[in-house]
């Protein structure tokens, strides 16, 4: 049997059975660049070397690695953490000069997603001490808090596998969280109790449930790459991408399979080849070792050094064969996990509303005879302005001996190369009061090229897809806008047609000529609108049957009516 859970609250599944496979060789490249502060003492930098790892779902070949320094290290040393992380560190005396690490790997990965079968009863029994260590709780995984505990025996009351209650936890975080790049906090209650977070506090907040109740779950660090993958599904293609840069995620043990990747932003029981496994650990400030900058300073010495990551890397060979069908229960947002057979409750979720009725010519009609008087905006609003994130670090702070030291962050550049020949992509959003409107406001980012860009705006056809056509908006030159090191709005003028939308659906489209470089800035998941919200194109699509798994930022600009 497969076994998906749903709470009986839920009103749209967006459960996705996978099937199929990927395999990879991925030719890594991190070229880390520090430039030390005046008065530094001494400059000491951390890495942790990558194993190969095998699982069920994931496996992970490491082959080549070789770390090189521009400036020859006063010391090098290697040893093992408690975790089984390989640590290198190496120091400067008195650096006066740029130090560039250079990391360089093969990674041969693969993903195969297969039925799998697993028979471990829950509560889990018999466990080894090395796994019990992955019970413990800290400040960021705060397993023996008591509303953590009171949550997670709630969800799991019914459990009687080690799935079931893995997956209704895990279909709580889903649904429960909100993706944003910069979290106030990082840890498992800041997470539960505003509903938002980044890829630690996801990574946490599961943790820190499952620990609860008594299954292991260890924290991983490693990198993602951007390039994007296809999902056949019966009635068109998911392509699903992630940013390039560091991840968190989690490894759960199941006494039958072992340790097995989850993704609780968004896969279960896998994660794709896309992925680079690096550290694990008790949660995120212990996986602290790869990318940390210790230093010490002459005394009355200010400042800080001054820090560059750039990660590129290539597929030299990828070969994806996916396939997904969507079921009729699960979390109101996208989860994808291969089939699982296992016992299991099996709660099917409502019906999907029903879409807004059409509005009627009589219905434009007392539009326009309304007064629009009331400013209004709405969209997905919430990203990290003008943030070069190249150049982007955690605070620095006093450690012990004297030291000071940085961190490794997670803030990572998730955006779409939107100008691309041959493709066109469109955001819906939905309106739940009439406008007159005036702007649609995208994040954008400027690199280069000439030409114009506009947006189009759609209504939806009823199916949630861009239908008829009702307006464009006025042209932006790429010449006039304004360069900044990172994503900022750019509002596209609707100032000569000022359509009059009724409530409804609607999609925004960008257009463009000549030969921009441009990316548009996109949030993990749908924080806003609905999951088939998200669409593209090719110059051989007769329909917008492509979807994606994020939200562009928009904003939509324009008078309401108080009526």
Same mark, same amino acid.
């Given at each position: 049997?497969?076994?998906?859970?749903a709470? !009986?609250?839920?009103?749209?599944?967006?459960?996705?059975l996978?099937?199929?496979?990927?395999?990879s060789?991925?030719n890594?490249r991190?070229?880390?660049?520090?430039?030390?502060?005046?008065?530094t003492q001494?400059?000491?930098?951390?890495?942790?070397?990558?194993e190969?790892f095998?699982?069920?779902t994931?496996?992970?070949n490491?082959?080549?690695?070789?770390?090189t320094?521009?400036?020859?290290p006063?010391?090098?040393?290697?040893?093992?953490?408690?975790?089984?992380?390989?640590?290198?560190?190496?120091?400067?005396?008195r650096?006066?000069?740029?130090?560039?690490?250079?990391?360089q790997?093969?990674?041969?990965n693969?993903?195969?997603?297969?039925?799998?079968?697993?028979?471990a009863?829950?509560p889990?029994t018999?466990l080894?001490?090395?796994?019990k260590?992955?019970?413990?709780?800290?400040?960021q995984?705060?397993?023996?808090?008591?509303e953590i505990? !009171?949550?997670?025996?709630?969800?799991?009351?019914?459990?009687?596998t080690? #799935?079931d209650a893995?997956?209704?936890?895990?279909?709580? $975080?889903v649904?429960?969280l909100?993706?944003?790049l910069?979290?106030?906090?990082y840890?498992a209650m800041?997470s539960?109790?505003?509903?938002?977070?980044?890829c630690? %506090?996801?990574?946490h907040?599961?943790?820190?449930?499952?620990?609860?109740?008594?299954i292991?779950s260890r924290?991983? %660090?490693?990198?993602?790459?951007?390039?994007?993958?296809d999902?056949r599904l019966?009635n068109?293609t998911?392509?699903?991408?992630m940013a390039?840069?560091?991840?968190?995620?989690?490894?759960?043990?199941?006494?039958?399979?072992?340790?097995?990747p989850?993704? +609780?932003?968004?896969?279960?029981?896998?994660v794709?080849?896309? #992925?680079?496994?690096?550290e694990?650990?008790?949660?995120?400030?212990?996986t602290?070792?790869?990318?940390?900058i210790?230093?010490?300073?002459q005394?009355?010495?200010q400042g800080?050094?001054?820090?560059?990551?750039l990660?590129? !890397?290539?597929l030299?060979a990828?070969?994806?064969?996916?396939s997904?069908?969507k079921q009729?229960?699960?979390?109101?947002?996208?989860?994808?996990?291969? +089939?699982?057979?296992a016992?299991?409750?099996k709660?099917?979720?409502?019906?999907p509303p029903?879409?807004?009725?059409p509005?009627?010519?009589?219905?434009?009609?007392?539009?326009?005879q309304?007064a629009f008087?009331?400013? &209004?905006?709405?969209?997905?609003l919430?990203?990290?302005?003008?943030i070069?994130f190249?150049?982007?670090?955690?605070?620095?702070?006093k450690?012990?001996?004297?030291?000071?030291?940085?961190?490794?962050?997670?803030?990572v550049?998730?955006?779409?190369?939107?100008?691309?020949?041959g493709?066109?992509?469109a955001?819906?959003?939905i309106l %739940?009061?009439?406008?007159?409107?005036?702007?649609?406001?995208?994040?954008?980012?400027?690199?280069?090229?000439?030409?114009?860009?506009?947006?189009?705006?759609y209504k939806d056809?009823?199916?949630?897809?861009?239908?008829? &056509?009702?307006a464009?908006?006025?042209?932006?030159?790429?010449?006039?806008?304004?360069?900044s090191?990172g994503?900022d709005?750019?509002?596209?003028?609707? %100032?000569?047609?000022?359509?009059?939308?009724?409530?409804?659906?609607?999609?925004?489209?960008l257009? #463009?000529?000549?030969?921009?470089?441009?990316?548009?800035f996109?949030?993990?998941?749908?924080? $806003?609108?609905p999951?088939d919200?998200?669409r593209y194109r090719?110059? #051989?699509?007769e329909t917008?049957?492509?979807?994606?798994?994020?939200?562009?930022?928009?904003?939509i600009?324009?008078?309401?009516?108080s009526e």
């Open positions: 049997m497969i076994i998906v859970l709470s !009986a609250a839920l009103c749209v599944a967006e459960n996705y996978i099937n199929g496979g990927q395999e060789q991925i890594y991190m070229v880390q660049t520090v430039d030390p502060a005046p008065g001494k400059l000491i930098l951390s890495f942790v070397i990558p190969t095998s699982s069920p994931y496996n992970q490491i082959s080549d690695f070789e770390i320094f521009s400036l020859q006063s010391t090098r040393e290697e040893s093992t953490d408690e975790r089984g992380n390989k640590i290198l560190r190496v120091s400067w005396n650096p006066n000069q740029s130090v560039q690490s250079i990391i790997m093969v990674a041969r693969r993903t195969a997603l297969q039925a799998l079968q697993t028979n009863p829950f889990l018999s080894t001490p090395e796994q260590v992955y019970l413990g709780s800290s400040k995984v705060p397993a023996n808090n008591a505990i !009171a949550i997670a025996r709630k969800l799991t009351q019914a459990s009687n080690e #799935f893995v997956q209704q936890i895990l279909t709580y $975080v649904d429960h909100q993706y944003v910069v979290p106030q906090s840890d800041y539960l109790r505003t509903g938002k977070g980044n630690q %506090n996801y990574s907040l599961a943790a820190a449930l499952m620990r609860a109740v008594g292991p924290i991983v %660090n490693g990198i993602t790459l951007k390039e994007p993958y999902v019966p068109g998911l392509t699903l991408r390039q840069g560091r991840h968190s995620w989690i490894e759960v043990y199941f006494p039958d399979l072992g340790w097995v989850f993704d +609780p932003q968004q896969t279960a029981l896998y794709s080849n896309r #992925f680079v496994r690096v694990i650990g008790l949660d995120n400030e212990e602290c070792n790869d990318g940390l210790r230093w010490t300073q005394q009355g010495a800080q050094p001054q820090f560059e990551e990660i590129s !890397a290539s030299t990828d070969r994806v064969n996916l997904a069908e009729n229960y699960g979390p109101r947002k996208m989860l994808l996990l291969p +089939p699982v057979r016992s299991f409750t709660v099917a979720a409502a019906p029903e879409p807004p009725a509005q009627k010519q009589a219905a434009v009609r007392t539009l326009r309304m008087s009331e400013p &209004y905006s709405q969209g997905n919430e990203f990290p302005q003008n070069d190249g150049s982007t670090r955690g605070p620095a702070q450690v012990d001996g004297g030291q000071m030291e940085m961190r490794k962050n997670f803030m550049e998730t955006s779409e190369y939107v100008t691309t020949q493709h066109q992509y955001q819906t959003f %739940n009061n009439p406008i007159k409107l005036a702007k649609v406001g995208l994040a954008l980012h400027k690199f280069g090229g000439d030409g114009q860009l506009w947006v189009e705006l056809d009823g199916k949630g897809k861009p239908g008829e &056509y009702i464009t908006s006025e042209y932006i030159s790429v010449a006039q806008m304004k360069f090191p994503y709005w750019f509002d596209f003028n609707f %100032n000569t047609a000022n359509p009059l939308l009724p409530q409804g659906r609607y999609w925004i489209a257009g #463009f000529t000549g030969s921009p470089i441009i990316n548009w996109f949030s993990y998941g749908k924080p $806003v609108g999951e919200g998200t090719t110059m #051989f699509d917008w049957s492509r979807s994606l798994s994020y939200e562009f930022n928009y904003r600009i324009g008078m309401s009516t």
